[in-house]
């Protein structure tokens, strides 16, 4: 809404919520078409968002550090839910962010299947270090035992639940049997992959891949006097970057090009996290063309490119 019509209104994250929204929307912009704007906040907007894509609305879900960066530019320094609406809004009117449409079924229950899988492996980690207290009594040792137990099923189940939801749909079999090829690659990365980047085809380019996933790193100069040193920039998606720690430090090992790629990168002085978050950009390259060619991965050809 334009300056002068600006008007707010509260309503509940739940179903009931968005059907009084939906009806608030369509009393005030009746002839006009409306395109909502929210900020990407994972699974707590996710519904409401495809509630209004199916009643044909216009969405856009934005990164919060695009909003954060227009706050800024417009000197915004208060924050309050109502302020934070009508920046939304106005970033909205102002900068026309490209439509949203939702993840197929499949994608949505690929989605839900590997987010569930990172919170039942965080509940074991947490059973695990509780277990790890010396001195327990032995009853609550066997207390402590039964959750873990319970956990280790229903993560080897969500496991197997994973696996074959790639094998049930054609194009997710496919881009599966493409990124097997790539060693350091196994079915549960790929599945997240496939997960928090959807189509990964539909990028522009890799380096569109690789800033959605936050690994760009941000350079800061300024005439001959500012060089400060780059750092990954934190912007993209957390899930990526978390899915790709523990193959980057299997393909150090086990693949030739990224082992390669990693001893050139020590040899100039490239050590530790910084080694290690090079190697997952690196990955990235190599996954996305393996995905764009249709070829499975060939250690002659990721090193000729």
């Keep these: 809404m334009w300056a002068d019509k600006r008007a707010g209104q509260h309503f509940s994250n739940s179903p009931t919520g968005f059907g009084k929204l939906h009806q608030w929307l369509s009393r005030r912009l009746k002839a006009e078409q409306v395109h909502v704007c929210l ?5 707590y907007g996710e519904a409401v ?10 969405v856009s879900v934005v990164n919060p550090a695009r909003i954060k960066g227009y706050a800024d530019s417009q000197l915004q320094r208060n924050k309050t839910d109502k302020l934070d609406a009508a920046l939304i809004a106005d970033f909205c009117r102002t ?61 080897a189940q969500t496991k197997h639940a994973v696996t074959d939801l790639l094998d049930q749909h054609p194009h997710l079999r ?11 690659l196994g079915d549960l990365t790929i599945g997240k992959l496939s997960a928090e980047c959807r189509d990964l085809t539909a990028f522009r380019d890799v380096r569109q891949l690789v800033a959605f996933a936050g690994l760009n790193p941000p350079h800061h ?5 500012i060089h400060k040193k ?9 899930s990526l970057r978390a899915a790709l720690y523990m193959p980057a430090l299997t393909a150090m ?38 995905l764009k060619s249709g070829q499975p991965f060939d250690p002659n050809w990721a090193i000729a490119a």
């Design 253 to 290: 090992r086990f693949n030739p090009v990224l082992r390669a790629f990693a001893d050139r990168l020590r040899s100039r002085g490239v050590v530790g996290k910084a080694l290690v978050v090079a190697v997952m950009r690196k990955l990235l390259h190599l996954v996305f063309g393996v």
């Design 49 to 58: 968002a495809e509630y209004l894509y199916a009643h044909g609305y216009t």
């Design 174 to 184: 496919q881009q599966k049997d493409l990124l097997r090829s790539i060693p350091g």
């Design 230 to 238: 780059p750092t990954l920039s934190r912007t993209g998606s957390a």
């Design 39 to 43: 900020e990407a906040t994972g699974r």
């Design 95 to 155: 900068q026309h962010p490209p439509a949203w449409t939702p993840p197929s079924p499949e994608i949505r229950q690929l989605q839900q299947l590997v987010r569930h899988l990172d919170d039942l492996t965080e509940a074991r980690q947490q059973a695990r270090n509780r277990l790890g207290v010396p001195g327990q009594a032995q009853p609550v040792t066997d207390h402590l035992n039964a959750p873990v137990a319970r956990l280790e099923t229903q993560i």
């Design 221 to 225: 100069t300024s005439g001959s006097s």
